[in-house]
C-alpha cells in the first residue's frame, strides 16, 4: 500500500511534526490520505490541524469534537479571525487560499498548534512555496502516487524533497471510501481503513505517542 522513498536528513520539530501531503499527477485520495495522517497524530486533549491549500468549500463544525479540537479552533480563530477554521471530531480544519498568502497564514497559525502534528494538504505547484517559507519547517512528506503511471515523476519529487533534509514516503493506494469519509469528518473509529502503521511512524516521528493509526 505505501513505501518509504528515502529517510533524508530528518530534523524533528520540537513543536511537533509538520508533514506535507500532495498528489502525484492524477493520483486521487491525498485529501483523505492527509485527514487520516491528522486523524492518527490526534489525541482527546492534543487536536493534530489539518491544514488544506485549496479552492474547495471552507469545512464546517461537526456537532462531535474532541476538546483538543475545539481548543485548536477557538487558538485559531482568535489569531486568524479572517481564516476558515473548524474543529470537526478529533482534529481542527483550516482551509487557506493556494497562494503567497495562503502559506503566508500557514506560518502564522503553526506556532498556535504547539507540540501537536499539523498536516498541509497542497497541491505540487505549491510544495516550493511552502519549502521556502522558513517559519514552516516541514519535518517530512507523504506522495499520493501512481507508479505505474508516474514512477518517474514520483521518484523525481521524492529525491527533491529528500534533499531538503524531509523524509519521504509513497501511498500506492488511496484509503478506502469508507476511511477518507471517516477521515475528512475527524472521525476514523477502530474498525475503519486508514494507513499504515509504519508510514505513520514515520511520518509523524518513529515512537511518538501521538502515532496511533489503525490498520487496514
Keep these: 500500500m505505501s513505501e518509504v522513498a528515502g529517510e533524508g536528513v530528518f530534523s524533528h520539530s520540537p513543536d511537533g511534526p509538520v508533514v506535507l501531503v500532495a498528489q502525484v499527477g492524477a493520483a486521487m485520495g491525498s485529501q483523505a490520505a492527509a485527514a487520516a495522517l491528522a486523524c492518527a497524530g490526534s489525541e482527546p486533549d492534543s487536536a493534530a490541524l489539518l491544514v488544506d491549500l485549496g479552492n474547495g468549500r471552507a469545512p464546517r463544525s461537526t456537532l462531535v469534537a474532541t476538546a483538543g479540537a475545539r481548543a485548536l479552533e477557538e487558538r485559531l480563530v482568535a489569531h486568524l479571525p479572517n481564516a476558515a477554521v473548524a474543529s470537526r471530531g478529533q482534529i481542527c480544519q483550516l482551509k487557506l487560499p493556494p497562494c503567497p498568502e495562503g502559506v503566508a497564514a500557514i506560518a502564522a497559525a503553526l506556532p498556535l498548534v504547539r507540540e501537536s502534528a499539523a498536516v498541509i494538504h497542497l497541491t505540487p505547484n505549491l510544495l516550493r512555496l511552502v519549502l521556502d517559507e522558513p517559519r ?80 487496514p
Design 136 to 215: 514552516i519547517g516541514p519535518t517530512s512528506a507523504l506522495l499520493r502516487a501512481d507508479l505505474k503511471k508516474d514512477r518517474a515523476l514520483t521518484a523525481l519529487a521524492a529525491r527533491s524533497l529528500m534533499a531538503g533534509g524531509l523524509r519521504v514516503a509513497v501511498l500506492r493506494c488511496p484509503p478506502g471510501w469508507l476511511a477518507a469519509r471517516a477521515a475528512l469528518l475527524g472521525a476514523l473509529s477502530a474498525s475503519g481503513q486508514a494507513l499504515p502503521d509504519r508510514l505513520c511512524r514515520r511520518l509523524l516521528a518513529t515512537g511518538s505517542q501521538r502515532a496511533r493509526c489503525r490498520r
